[in-house]
């Protein structure tokens, strides 16, 4: 390692609350969100793609908005409220978004599942969909190599009514 990020350095205190469960961690300065969670929290749901913030595999939502994790560093979510693909459904009951994409079937290989889903709930919060052509501009940075567009749309469009209608589902809250 370089002088700049010794073997071992300094790690920094941080208090988040990760899928309504506060957590008092220690970062290095340099670690990002991604690995933080992948690595240190074994929160896997959460995809590392092309850790360069360009195909959203990685999309989380922090104080309800969508973020790329692997941009973010995980000392700038000090205070922060995150929620996983892990942390939206509530014990054995889906998310209404999870319910939608299981549905439509819009996944295929499934890789850029919980990034999509994350990334739907936040635009659902948003209130930006209104039209199957808001939806996909709105989502236009989740990539899906399978070409499930169509199916991950038609999921957005079903979730939308049930996720007004039922709002307290973890990621729903308003900020």
């Known amino acids: 390692m370089s002088e700049i990020f010794?073997?071992?350095?300094?790690?920094?205190?941080?208090?988040?609350?990760?899928?309504?469960?506060?957590?008092?961690?220690?970062?290095?300065?340099?670690?990002?969100?991604?690995?933080?969670?992948?690595?240190q929290l074994d929160l896997i749901g959460t995809k590392k793609g092309c850790d360069h913030g360009q195909c959203g595999a990685c999309t989380v939502l922090r104080d309800g908005k969508r973020i790329n994790a692997c941009l973010t560093l995980a000392i700038m979510c000090d205070g922060a409220d995150l929620v996983?693909?892990?942390?939206?459904?509530?014990?054995?009951?889906?998310?209404p978004m999870q319910r939608a994409f299981i549905t439509h079937d819009a996944f295929q290989c499934g890789y850029c599942t919980p990034g999509q889903i994350c990334s739907a709930v936040g635009l659902a919060r948003e209130g930006h969909a209104a039209t199957p052509d808001v939806i996909r501009e709105q989502m236009s940075g989740n990539l899906c190599r399978c070409g499930a567009y169509s199916n991950i749309v038609a999921a957005v469009q079903e979730a939308l009514p049930l996720m007004r209608a039922a709002p307290q589902a973890q990621g729903d809250q308003q900020p």
Do not use: K
């Open 84 to 95: 996983t693909i892990e942390g939206l459904a509530s014990g054995d009951q889906l998310h």
């Open 6 to 39: 010794p073997e071992g350095g300094q790690q920094h205190p941080i208090d988040l609350t990760i899928n309504a469960q506060a957590r008092s961690l220690q970062v290095h300065p340099w670690t990002t969100l991604l690995d933080l969670l992948r690595e």
